[in-house]
T-cell receptor, first 113, second 115 residues
Framework: GESVGLHLPTLSVQEGDNSIINCAYS??????FIWYKQESGKGPQFIID?????DKRQGQRVTVLLNKTVKHLSLQIAATQPGDSAVYFC????????????FGGGTRLMVKP | EPEVTQTPSHQVTQMGQEVILRCVPI?????FYWYRQILGQKVEFLVS????????KSEIFDDQFSVERPDGSNFTLKIRSTKLEDSAMYFC?????????????FGSGTQLSVL
């Protein structure tokens, strides 16, 4: 059936290409950011995080860039594979004591073989 | 790798009925959370829980909601009288710290359908 609610932006890439997913956050007080991957019917899966005292962090095939000046976060996936197809969410921790995360709207990544 | 487990995976209930969603957080974690995701929408924070107390809660978490850690392993979310708009995927999460910069591990969720 047709889903209602937010229409997710979609990024379609060819297998083997690099992917860049962007996220804008709103709160200057946010000091911790996480990228999550969500496959259909599953919970958010941690990919990579970055603290506000850094502007770049690398993992295995993934890199997160943080630009605090313009409040922008990006996730770069190298050599994108079909298994990377999912919805990607950025989340920010606004410096509150309860470790509450505020999630962005998500981007759907589709990898074409 | 340790994981957060949730039961049931799907729950169908009639409006006005009580439901209890169950979660087993990662065993050495001390901080527990419930989030929900209405179909096609963002993941939204409901509540955080530490040391048998609610640490923080959102506006969504009204008097119809409650959380409990009934024993050393389970963490539950109860909705006293369900409404149609409670239909959503409910995710439990846990972390080993609540400092505000620790990653949360999420379960696979319980899809709640209120008819």
């Amino acid at each position: 059936g047709e889903s209602v609610g937010l229409h997710l932006p979609t990024l379609s890439v060819q297998e083997g290409d690099n992917s860049i997913i962007n996220c804008a956050y709103s709160n200057s007080a946010s000091d911790y950011f996480i990228w999550y991957k969500q496959e259909s019917g599953k919970g958010p899966q941690f990919i990579i995080d970055i603290r506000s005292n850094m502007d770049k962090r690398q993992g295995q095939r993934v890199t997160v860039l943080l630009n605090k000046t313009v409040k922008h976060l990006s996730l770069q996936i190298a050599a994108t594979q079909p298994g990377d197809s999912a919805v990607y969410f950025c989340a920010e921790n606004r410096g509150n004591a309860g470790n509450m995360l505020t999630f962005g709207g998500g981007t759907r990544l589709m990898v074409k073989p | 790798e340790p994981e957060v487990t949730q039961t049931p995976s799907h729950q169908v209930t009639q409006m006005g009925q009580e439901v209890i969603l169950r979660c087993v957080p990662i065993s050495n974690h001390l901080y527990f959370y419930w989030y929900r995701q209405i179909l096609g929408q963002k993941v939204e924070f409901l509540v955080s829980f530490y040391n048998n107390e609610i640490s923080e809660k959102s506006e969504i978490f009204d008097d119809q909601f409650s959380v409990e850690r009934p024993d050393g392993s389970n963490f539950t979310l109860k909705i006293r009288s369900t409404k149609l708009e409670d239909s959503a995927m409910y995710f439990c999460a846990s972390s080993d710290s609540g400092k505000g910069n620790e990653k949360l591990f999420f379960g696979s969720g319980t899809q709640l359908s209120v008819l």
